[in-house]
């Protein structure tokens, strides 16, 4: 039996409604206070950059996506090999989301670690750790795979949903959403993590650009690098969260989305402070070092 005070379904999970699920999210006062204080800090953080000429703004993401890729590998203790970079295709090609483009950042995420795949796992799997003793310690156990696919096709529904409500419209609550859904399904053996913030970013980004009318294909902020260092709270945050409709997770999802804002802020405060420090010859010398420099602008725009 899994190690857990809190029990999170410590049984695979079976088949729901996700749509059900969210439907029974009610954001709490503090968080909506805390969301309101985000919003106003990223809107300045947004001015700021039209401050800037637009390849250098392009130059810079490209070097915070260097970063999100290095930190997110280092979430899960794993390193980032840079050599690499170049000669993938960048993720941020294209902002939609169906089954084929989720393999296609899965593959991208465990580019050397795991066979290419276009499937969801077919195997049961557990969040866990092993003690030094050599006894594994469960903290929950992923969807029953015989209903993987099913919770996926929800999960895609979910992600094209549109809608005025404050989760759904809002950047960091829905990006956090599905950060926190695709994780929580977890469709894969391994990766999930890595592949999970790739679409965090991705969606963060599409929502922005129904915000503020712009055309991104990068995300202008990534949350990896202040999630690396508060990794404790961002797995416990996870493991605090029933998957089912059979408990109240409300509070716990509560503080799901505060850690998110708390991680925005983090980032929004950092990004301005590179923004401020770092000339042209810095910031174009670090690129060209991080070995992204041949992607072509134009696909990022």
């Known amino acids: 039996m899994p190690i857990n005070e809190y029990g999170m379904n410590s049984d695979y ?76 295709e960048i993720f941020f090609e294209s902002l939609e989301i169906n089954h084929k483009r989720i393999h296609e950042l899965h593959n991208f995420a465990t580019d050397g670690e795991l066979e290419p795949t276009f499937e969801y796992r077919r195997h049961e799997v557990n969040v866990s750790r092993f003690t030094s003793d050599g006894k ?65 970013n991705i969606k963060f980004t599409e929502s922005i650009n129904k915000l503020y009318g712009t055309r991104l294909k990068l995300s202008p902020l990534n949350l990896s690098q202040s999630i690396l260092v508060n990794k404790i709270t961002y797995t416990k945050r996870i493991d605090n969260i029933y998957f089912d409709l059979d408990h109240d997770t409300n509070e716990s999802i509560n503080m799901w989305f505060n850690f998110i804002l708390d991680m925005a802020d983090e980032q929004i405060f950092s990004s301005s402070q590179k923004l401020d420090y770092m000339d042209d010859s810095h910031l174009i010398s670090n690129v060209e070092n991080k070995k992204v420099s041949g992607m072509r602008l134009s696909r990022l725009r």
């Not at 310690?137 to 795979?145: D, H, T, V």
């Not at 993987?148 to 549109?162: A, E, H, P």
């Open 13 to 88: 999970v079976s088949y729901f409604s996700i749509e059900e699920y969210v439907d029974k999210i009610k954001l709490l006062p503090r968080l909506l206070a805390h969301l309101e204080s985000t919003n106003r800090s990223f809107d300045d953080y947004m001015k700021n950059l039209s401050r800037y000429d637009e390849e250098y703004i392009i130059n810079y993401w490209i070097y915070l996506l260097y970063e999100e890729l290095r930190s997110s590998q280092r979430i899960e203790g794993m390193k980032f090999n840079e050599k690499e970079l170049a000669d993938k």
């Open 136 to 200: 594994e310690e469960i903290f929950w156990r992923g969807s029953n795979a015989c209903d993987v696919n099913r919770f996926m096709n929800d999960f895609i529904k979910l992600y094209k949903k549109g809608g005025t409500s404050l989760i759904f419209s809002n950047p960091f609550l829905v990006s956090g959403l599905m950060h926190l859904i695709f994780l929580r399904i977890h469709p894969y053996m391994d990766g999930n993590g890595r592949t999970s913030r790739i679409i965090h």
